[in-house]
């Protein structure tokens, strides 16, 4: 039979045909004698993948036959004949070489056994590619190829490609470890695949535009090169991709026309019944479908078609073009059922403890009557789990309702403007005092218990009542109450902070465990106030680097974790790492955050940018920030403290007097109000009545709430008795300051000292402490002040000058006219005032500190 010439060629690639390197190498891992299988839905490339494959090689022996429904066993034969016969490097005088010359003139002979015969001798194998399988349905062709298959010629490798699994010819091969397969989940474009082939294109896409494209298509190959042309002929790319969906029109008829075309009716059926969901796990298809075997159909589908992707043990999703296009579909000509499958979807999710997605699902209803049926329900598990916008969009769709439903509404606004202000604001007060104006004389138990703690957290007390009825508490209100009364408490100057920790331990726990994000988060940010209070300064910044971990685990934005980052920034100043501190909370305040962590952050800006010796530091606005916090004492004194210091440095003694009368009235006689004292007073000039105050700080003639004020006054008084001639007094000040300051491993205090001070820290402190400890304090100290103020003397940094060389230390010796054993007396010096343990690292580091060239 004449075969057309275009069915045994090699195809030719498509324009901007983007090189995919690892399917290549995927597609040669196959072992001799193996079936190679690619099999995946239309449009995912497989012609094109395989056409690359062949054009790679160096000695491309291979036969390619494009199969088409008018194959019978005749026309497959003849194809195959004629493919083979053009394999190049097949010797002159081989079988294959003459199409008439196999079995011809021989009436029964078998063709496709002399076919075999004769490849059983060709070395290397021949590969037999037949593209679209999937179409060669006559009987006859199908055991001839079934022949093919399971012949086992040395000299045939047979390749495959359909879209749909092959039943009759790869079980049995498989468990043998005889077949070779490629599947949707290996030709799917991964993102830089999706960037090569934009840009091939003509198309230069921002990265976040080719992380949208690429998510929207699942990587498939028809759906980008969809995109491309549309993209070419758009002026709006960003709103395009944005949008892109399976129902724009040629991509419809796409997916209708080749993909559902080729689908058994069952499975378009339950497809359509399922696309109101990104994910469907097993459950939930269940509830949709209303088919007991939705589970083991899916699987189905994930196997033969690759149009649905497992993405663990129970959960699916199916491709997401063609789930748009079938949602649309649904939409419009089955609205009814639409509608009910979002219904349906949003209990299954509520049920499942994902408020998110119920609210998704609901919202797609446009029904109001059930988005505030939902609200009891979905609110405070939206609070629980951090869901803010999500839970603002619920509020803004109940609103314009009566009765119990509108008290949620207000009582969840009033908890909202609180949490989004970080702090006690107008509008949370105004929707609480709403709420109350409007009260029933017998609430639903869950809505008096939802304002008790509200109202505590907004004002301190609890005014509802207990409820009148039986309170079935949920987790989220137990959690809530617990959370809200530890708030209080540790705001509370007549409670000690650190009796809080066993609770909010337990909390951390409880919320991980029931997978509430926000309240672990929220947990985790008191316990950092808690480990402040206690001085374990370490523990208070793992504690905000926690809550930072479970807030970006929960996809929450970088600008509502401001009251972290303040924390881990002011964890950055005790470190004497000011560039830190400064850029950290400079990054979070370009978020613009709001309350009390945008306060904090614009005191602790201002402060690490003045210690760096930075002008234009705002000081106004960081005074003005500091005096509207309404946070823990011992948070007010860590803020107060530093802030006032950089006051007298830039304003002076009237204006700094404000801020320890602030301070004063809001927490008492405290040792850190003592401490400014002192500091003005040495400011002003009276230098006894400093020493009188900073040594009641360390008589602890006043409690103090931050574990490294007596560091700070101990340095004060080694100003005090260096200024007045007292020596030994002044190094035992500075004895004292080091041990505490090591003792808590804080280095921020000793960094900024200066002056005389300053450098008796730097002469005494490599004798004292922990080398490690001290490299970080003569590092900090060489930030604030400039050079690196490691205490070398004069002949310690000749010696460090002769490291750099390849001298020995005996030539070391000889250069500078010293013993040996001085020299190797100097080297354990710079090593310990450099914290480094070898020569090579005491360079390197010297050269980091510009000690040399």
């Known amino acids: ?181 490629l599947r949707a989940e290996h030709l799917r474009f991964s993102l830089a695949e999706t960037a090569t082939l934009m840009q091939l294109s003509g198309l230069e896409l921002t990265p976040r535009q080719l992380a949208t494209l690429r998510s929207r298509t699942g ?161 405070l598990r939206l609070v629980a789990t951090g869901g803010f916008a999500a839970l603002r969009r619920l509020l803004d769709a109940a609103r314009g309702t009566d009765g119990p439903d509108a008290l949620w509404v207000l009582l969840l606004e009033a908890y909202l403007e609180f949490q989004l202000g970080a702090g006690t604001d107008r509008a949370a007060l105004a929707a609480l005092e709403q709420a109350g104006r409007a009260w029933p004389a017998v609430p639903q138990p869950p809505l008096a218990q939802l304002r008790g703690s509200v109202e505590l957290l907004l004002t301190g007390r609890a005014t509802a009542g207990p409820p009148r009825r039986p309170v079935i508490e949920t987790a989220e209100q137990v959690m809530l109450d617990k959370l809200c009364r530890a708030t209080v408490e540790i705001i509370d100057p007549a409670t000690d902070p650190r009796d809080a920790r066993p609770g909010l331990e337990l909390l951390v726990l409880d919320a991980r465990e029931h997978g509430f994000g926000w309240f672990e988060e929220w947990a985790w940010n008191l316990l950092g106030v808690v480990e402040l209070a206690a001085g374990r300064y370490r523990a208070m910044t793992g504690a905000a680097h926690s809550a930072v971990a479970v807030a970006v685990m929960q996809g929450r934005p970088i600008g509502s974790l401001a009251a972290s980052i303040a924390t881990i920034a002011y964890a950055d100043l005790l470190a004497g790492n000011l560039p830190a501190a400064r850029d950290r909370a400079a990054a979070a305040l370009a978020e613009e955050p709001s309350g009390e962590p945008e306060r904090t952050l614009r005191v602790l800006h201002t402060v690490a940018r003045s210690d760096l010796g930075e002008t234009g530091i705002g000081l106004p606005r960081c005074r003005s920030a500091l005096f509207e916090l309404s946070a823990p004492a011992v948070v007010l004194a860590a803020l107060a403290v530093p802030e006032h210091r950089v006051e007298l440095s830039h304003a002076g003694v009237a204006s700094a007097a404000g801020t320890t009368e602030w301070l004063r009235d809001r927490t008492g006689e405290v040792a850190e109000v003592l401490l400014m004292d002192a500091r003005a007073h040495w400011a002003a000039g009276l230098h006894d009545e400093a020493r009188s105050a900073a040594e009641a700080v360390v008589a602890e003639a006043a409690p103090a709430l931050l574990a490294h004020t007596p560091v700070e006054a101990h340095l004060l008084l080694a100003d005090c008795a260096l200024r007045g001639g007292e020596p030994d007094r002044g190094r035992a000040e500075v004895v004292a300051a080091l041990e505490g300051a090591a003792r808590l491993d804080v280095v921020g205090p000793p960094a900024l000292a200066s002056g005389p001070v300053g450098d008796l820290l730097e002469t005494m402190s490599a004798g004292l402490s922990d080398p490690r400890w001290h490299g970080r304090l003569m590092t900090a100290r060489e930030i604030v002040h400039g050079r690196h103020r490691a205490g070398l003397s004069d002949r310690e940094v000749a010696v460090l000058e002769l490291l750099a060389s390849l001298l020995s230390a005996a030539e070391i010796a000889d250069e500078l006219t010293v013993s040996v054993n001085t020299v190797k007396t100097h080297v354990r010096s710079i090593y310990a005032k450099l914290a480094v343990g070898n020569r090579r690292d005491a360079v390197l580091r010297a050269r980091e500190l510009d000690l040399l060239s």
């Open 1 to 181: 039979m004449e075969i057309p010439g275009s069915l045994i060629a090699l195809p030719e690639l498509p324009a901007a045909a983007a090189p995919r390197p690892h399917l290549i190498e995927l597609l040669d891992r196959a072992g001799p004698g193996q079936l190679v299988t690619v099999v995946a839905p239309p449009g995912y490339g497989k012609t094109v993948a395989l056409t690359q494959w062949v054009r790679a090689m160096r000695t491309p022996r291979v036969a390619w036959v494009s199969l088409d429904r008018t194959f019978d066993a005749v026309r497959f034969r003849s194809a195959l004949t004629a493919a083979l016969s053009g394999v190049p490097g097949l010797r002159p005088d081989s079988p294959l070489r003459r199409p008439t010359g196999v079995a011809a003139g021989r009436p029964g002979a078998d063709v496709v056994d002399e076919l075999l015969a004769a490849l059983d001798e060709v070395r290397p194998p021949v590969r037999v590619v037949l593209d679209d399988v999937h179409e060669l349905t006559d009987p006859d062709a199908l055991r001839e190829l079934h022949r093919l298959v399971r012949s086992g010629a040395r000299g045939l490798q047979l390749v495959l490609a359909s879209r749909q699994d092959l039943p009759l010819l790869v079980p049995g091969l498989r468990t043998q470890d005889r077949t070779h397969e």
């Open 219 to 379: 990587g498939w190959a028809a759906g980008l090169r969809f995109a491309a042309v549309a993209l070419l002929a758009t002026d709006d790319r960003e709103r395009f991709i944005d949008q892109l969906s399976g129902s724009e029109h040629s991509m419809a008829d796409y997916l209708a026309d080749e993909v559902m075309a080729s689908l058994p009716l069952w499975s378009r059926d339950l497809l359509q019944l399922e696309s109101v969901c990104e994910l469907l796990p097993a459950g939930l298809a269940l509830a949709l479908s209303g088919r007991p075997d939705a589970e083991q159909a899916l699987a189905e589908l994930v196997e033969v078609t690759g149009l649905v992707e497992r993405l663990d043990a129970t959960t699916y999703r199916i491709q997401p073009l063609l789930r748009t296009y079938l949602g649309a579909e649904l939409e419009r000509h089955l609205p009814g059922r639409y509608r009910r499958s979002h219904v349906t979807a949003a209990w299954w999710w509520l049920a499942a403890g994902d408020p998110v997605h119920a609210l998704s699902h609901a919202e797609r209803t446009e029904d109001p009557d059930l988005l505030r049926s939902m609200l009891p329900a979905i609110g």
